[in-house]
């Protein structure tokens, strides 16, 4: 079935250091892939998606391009802030009439000043 | 209006107790979804309603019961819940492409 798989956390950065949390994913057909951003206590904010293969999803200063290639979806940020520690969820979902919206794991961000 | 709005924040309830969440949203969207989040996990889809039909129950104990009464609310029904049930219960709603969700009901069954 379909899946995705992220990479284990938690991720520990510096402020103003770069980051990549990798995303990769298992679909029949041509999904769309997400990034969602979950701070404590919070519910999920949709942070960027893409539609099909090389699109780039943007949004604060994230970044992710949908290889079909590699079947990926990596996040990358030039520069954290303290204030993007958060749990960061890749997800996919098939283009079908189902609806579901697959998410991976997660990865627990943590940005020291 | 880009919200979802989940009511309550936070419910405690006993073992015995019958009781609702709710959920709604004006943007229209076709999709209205329930999930559950344990600490430390992704969430778990539950239900899925598209055009106001349960489209996807995944295979859901019957003790959660969801209901869709118009485009623009979706409740979750509970009755009998155990101390395992206890978790945040994240509605979104989706126009067809990416979800959005709401701040969730955090739930504490005792």
């Known amino acids: 079935g379909d899946s995705v798989t992220q990479m284990e956390g938690p991720v520990t950065l510096s402020e103003e250091a770069f980051l990549t949390i990798n995303c990769t994913y298992t679909?029949?057909?041509?999904?769309?892939l997400f990034w969602y951003v979950q701070y404590p206590g919070e519910g999920l904010q949709l942070l960027l998606k893409?539609?099909?293969?090389?699109d780039k999803g943007s949004n604060k200063g994230f970044e992710a391009t949908y290889r079909k290639e590699t079947t990926s979806f990596h996040l990358e940020k030039g520069s954290v802030q303290v204030s993007d520690s958060a749990v960061y969820f890749c997800?996919?979902?098939?283009?079908?009439?189902?609806?579901?919206?697959?998410f991976g794991s997660g990865t627990r961000l943590l940005v020291r000043p | 209006d880009t919200e979802v709005t989940q009511t309550p924040k936070h419910l405690v309830m006993g073992m015995t107790n019958k009781k609702s969440l709710k959920c709604e949203q004006h943007?229209?969207?076709?999709?209205m979804y329930w999930y559950k989040q344990k600490a430390k996990k992704p969430p778990e889809l539950m239900f899925v309603?598209?055009?106001?039909?349960?489209?996807i129950n995944e295979s859901v104990p019957s003790r959660f019961s969801p209901e869709c009464p118009n485009s623009s609310l979706l409740n979750l029904h509970l009755h009998a819940l155990q101390p395992e049930d206890s978790a945040l219960y994240l509605c979104?709603?989706?126009?067809?492409?990416?979800?959005?969700f709401g701040q969730g009901t955090r739930l504490t069954v005792v």
């Open positions: 979104a709603s989706s126009p067809g492409l990416g979800a959005f």
């Open positions: 679909a029949t057909g041509y999904p769309s």
């Open positions: 893409a539609t099909k293969a090389d």
């Open positions: 997800a996919l979902r098939r283009m079908d009439s189902s609806y579901k919206l697959i």
């Open positions: 943007m229209g969207h076709r999709a």
């Open positions: 309603y598209s055009y106001e039909k349960l489209s």
